[in-house]
């Protein structure tokens, strides 16, 4: 077979696409073929699953939970679809990285969302990254009730499967006093990466790839069998302590039979941003009484630090928390998980980064008994917050 695999051409690509970049690289088979399948595949689940263009399934299951929200006389279960009936029918595949979110939810105990979008417009996440990549002045972080509100509107028991590929998301029970009640927002992104990383590298191996890497923005990888020349595929860690370039490490693939690899990052490191009052709390939240104030002293508490530089405080990082609705502190940079399944890479990597403390055996035990499959899962990078 070696002598074989090196006279085997080497056939690689690399297109923008779902908000990043995909790479493959293989051997054996017809390799335009091969590339042009893959680009259809990303395409497709692009359509799909993107947040930014309104025909998506995920945009459609959005809007419907926003009109419900804007009381137009919409069922606060959701839309009726044209097909009839509450909620909206969807793919076979979204029905299923559906059902992997919540099954990934629920074990996880909520560490990863695929709802955490309100929450994440909530603290203005792309505003923070852009404004301290420019060094200028960071958003304010929102006052207390505002994150209480954002956070109801991410529970994850919003999203439901209401019939035979039906989905529906509702609106949160009670609303918080002084704040605008935000709408659900779904975002598969979390686990849509690894999804099709894995479904670009299956496509390859059944049309005729002996040997196959894809990479969607480097953060989600799929292998299988080895490069042409016999050797392992190599695929390199960054370290978020480090220049942009930096490598912390290289994990050779597959590990012990686990082909799909997920990294999980706060490549910006500490952030500031609080509002200009911490420790009293917006007006609003003083008007509101007590609930409130136990809610800004939370917030005190969960996220921040006295920072004399900046006059206010210095939040941990920009990674949200979903269960507490405030940046993470725990402490964490980086993590990285070789798994059986790239959605399952996905939930954990990102779930650890909130949480280093989850017992990946039992999120591994749960999404096999969903699934019905047997499935594995490794941590093989973590990187800590430095001191």
Known sequence: MAGSAENAPTWRSSFPAMGTRVDIIGWGGDGMAIVNAVVGVVARH???????????????LNAAVREAARGSGVSRCGADSAQGGPGLVVSEETDRLL???????????????????SLVAAWDVKGMRAAYVAGAPLPPAPCGHVVEAALRASSWG?????????????????PVAGADAPSPRLDLGGIAKGYTADACRDLAVAMGARGVLVSVGTSSVSVFGTRADGSSWRAGLRDPH??????AGVVELPVGGLASLSTSGDNLGPLGGVCADPVAGCAAERAAGGAA????????????RETSRLGGRLLDHHIIDPRTGYPAHAGVRQVSVVASSGVLAEALSTALLVDPSLDVSHVVARWARVTGAPASAKVVGLVRAAQ
């Open 46 to 60: 692009e359509d799909m699953w993107s947040v930014y263009r309104p025909s998506s399934e995920v945009s459609r």
């Open 242 to 247: 480090g220049a942009p370039t930096s490598v």
């Open 158 to 174: 919003l999203l439901s499967r209401v019939g035979e590929r039906r989905w529906a998301m509702g609106l949160p029970a009670e």
């Open 99 to 117: 059902r992997d979110a919540l099954a990934l939810a629920e074990a996880t105990g909520g560490a990863f969302n695929p709802l955490i979008g």
């Open 293 to 304: 104030g136990a809610v800004s002293d939370r917030r005190v508490r969960e996220t921040s």
